[in-house]
């Protein structure tokens, strides 16, 4: 196994261009199981979660292959219904071929995906959408097993306990697609990325309007035909850049991004002392100041969102002042906290809250990846620490940064792989 290693200090200085969203790709490239005809889709990150869903795919009787950051997905054999539990374990997002496989098979048979480091990650918003379609629904030795003669649109209400879900979102709007009749879904995820899988439904014939706030209307058709389409800029990738520029005290340009799904991040950075400077689709960030601590409370979208939370507070570790940190999706994810202390950084959890008292520098330290974010906070405040930064288990960061290596090192920073 890899390890990734670190030497703190540089001040990051370039221009970077950002890949294609990870969640907006996975569950498009699930969406190309609802027709039978071919699909091509642009910008994908070569990613191991995309890779995950191309072997899904594949294995669901799909031709899917990539290449240049093109995936051309066509039918090989008839669609299969099964989602297999060896695949789904290593990825919790492959749970979202159960709205496909049940629009245009009418019957599903998907492993549930589990807990994760995170917390618990329940489904009950899925099961109950899909329900309210008229499926039936039973579990079955850790698979969801849901068929329906017919499916028919309906008013569904799917907030749940810590807001509105994505995934759940997608599910059941790519289960209602093909439903007879009129789908409302009310408190629906707003992110960019469910945004982004309705408008490629649209291009593949669907009649969705509403996308992007939280009240979706779905009006049913029978028969979805193939599309091409580009996936949206990956704003957790361009929001973890943004913190590289600033932690590192650098002066980086960013390409290929979408200032406008970043407003919470880019506020929240603003209020600290961070200037961005919009040009030509692009966004110039540095210091403008000596940075201040920031509150910060991680909420559905417009909000500041979790995917950002272990990386801003890499930032707070060595901004002076007390920042307060309020986790409100996933109350227990703070894996990244332990490791930061451990590279000197003064870090109190408190329930959901973490009480960070910004240090004047962290040092290098070996240190573990917990998950994907988390990873994300340890190579940035690897890139500011003093001395040198082992990160082992890297494969999280694989899972959601395409060439990290590559793109910090054009940007100046002595990072490199080795093996443990
Ligand atoms: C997606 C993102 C993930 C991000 C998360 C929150 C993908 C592939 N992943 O995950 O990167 O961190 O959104 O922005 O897009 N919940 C329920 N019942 C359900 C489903 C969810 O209570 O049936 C809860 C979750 O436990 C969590 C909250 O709702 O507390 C939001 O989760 P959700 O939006 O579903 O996350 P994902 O879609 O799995």
Known sequence: ??????????????????????????????????????????????????????????????NADMEK???????????????????????????????????????????????????????????????????????????????????????IYLGGMYGSSVLATDNVMMAAVLAKGKTIIESAACEPEVEDLAVFLNKMGAKIKGHGTPLIEIEGVRHLHGAAHTVIPDRIEAGTIAIAALITQGDITIKNMLPQHLGAVIDKLEESGASFVRAHGALRVRRKRQLNAVNVTTLPYPGFPTDMQAQVMALMGVTPGISVITEKIYPDRFMHVAELNRMGAAIQREGPHAIVEGKKWLSGAPVMA????????????????????????????????????????????RIWRQKE
């Open 1 to 62: 196994m890899d390890k990734l290693v670190i030497e703190g200090g540089i001040k990051l200085k370039g221009e970077v261009t950002i890949s294609g969203a990870k969640n907006a790709v996975l569950p498009i490239l699930a969406a190309t199981l609802l027709t039978d005809d071919a699909c091509s889709i642009k910008g994908v990150p070569d990613l191991r979660d995309t890779n995950t869903m191309l072997k899904i795919l594949r294995s669901l009787g799909k």
């Open 69 to 155: 950051g093109i995936v051309d997905v066509s039918s090989a054999k008839a669609c299969g219904y099964v989602a297999d539990y060896k695949l789904v374990s290593t990825m919790r997002a492959s749970f979202c071929v159960l709205g496909p496989l049940l629009g245009k098979l009418k019957k599903a048979k998907v492993s549930l995906p589990g807990g994760c480091i995170i917390g618990v990650r329940p489904v009950d918003l899925h099961i109950k959408g899909i329900k309210a379609l008229g499926a039936q629904v039973d579990i079955d030795s850790g698979y969801i097993i849901a068929k329906a003669d017919t499916l028919k649109g309906a008013h």
């Open 370 to 413: 917990s998950d994907l974010r988390a990873s994300a906070s340890l190579v940035l405040a690897g890139l500011a620490a003093r001395g040198k930064t082992a990160i082992s288990r890297i494969y999280h960061l694989e899972r959601g940064y395409e060439n990290i290596e590559e793109k910090l090192q054009k940007l100046g920073a």
